[in-house]
């Protein structure tokens, strides 16, 4: 049997819109993530369990992981022999965590070990990119490959291998809390405007290019001081409840940045201690998440998508 685990990531990151994203890693040691087992069997057959299996829908045809795996079977691998092909639906649907990116990024590798296609990095990126675009209601790969990758990732078509890994100050933190109510990505990109004024336009690429630059000169406070998301924050705040309290509240807790993470609604901060990301988890506890929501204190996924 082959089991692949595909972690959680932040889309956006605050200062890329749709061109850079971030594995996260719980510092409790929780899995926060999809997983897949493939193991050989009589006919093809698909389970889907876990956590928030029943939010998806109960057709496994309407089940992204299934349709990787009809995909899989007729363009990639028309002779690999029948499998079961086991989702563990760990991740909530609709968070801003990425967790369709997670499953699609976790069936295809495991599909990719089991059959031993041995696709290519890029092969198996645009073949993630084309099922998130289908649910999305965009073509985006910033959740896909720092699911896949690990690490922070700034993304897209124009980039060389449709990735490159930026640093970050490992003393970092991160707080990720997921409110315990979903925001669907295509809606949630609906309310963007279409056209960016040239003013904006050049102010995102400036702040993009500097950020990356300044991560990579090992420039992180400078970094983290030009940290905000003047596209999509504005525009989506207004559908998360809580939003606006909290990033008034997190910083005098000691929140560097407070920002949405994808589509939302799940908020994220960067914090350079980890009393700082205690003080600011507590809050949101206390302030921002219902009973079905949770938070964590993570650091970087370096590892990215791998075999458990
Ligand atoms: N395995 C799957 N994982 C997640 N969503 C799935 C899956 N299979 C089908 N879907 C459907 O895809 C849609 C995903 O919606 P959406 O893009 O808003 O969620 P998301 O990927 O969880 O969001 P986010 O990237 O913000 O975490 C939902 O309608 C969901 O029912
Ligand atoms: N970059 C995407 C991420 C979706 O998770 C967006 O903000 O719509």
Redo the contacts with the bound molecule.
Sequence with gaps: MIEVYAPASI?NFAVGFDALGAALAPIDGTLLGDVVAVSPAQNDEFICSGEYAHK??SDAS????YQCLVHFREHVAPTMPSVKLE?K?N?????????????VVATFAALDKFADTKLSQVQLIELMADFEAI??GGRHYD?ITPCYLGGLQLTGDLIPNKSIALPVDESWYYVAAFPGF?????KARSVLPKELTMHASVEFAQRLSAFSTLLLTSRFDEALSIMSDEIAEPYRAPLIAGFNEAKLALPDLGAEIVSIS??GPTLFTVCKTLAAAQQCAQWLEQNYINEQGFCHICKLDNAGTRQL
């Design positions: 889309g998806l829908p309407e089940n992204l992981a989702l639906k991740l909530p649907i609709g968070s801003g965590l990425g967790s369709s990116a997670c499953s649910v999305s959740n979903s925001l669907n990505t295509a994808g589509a």
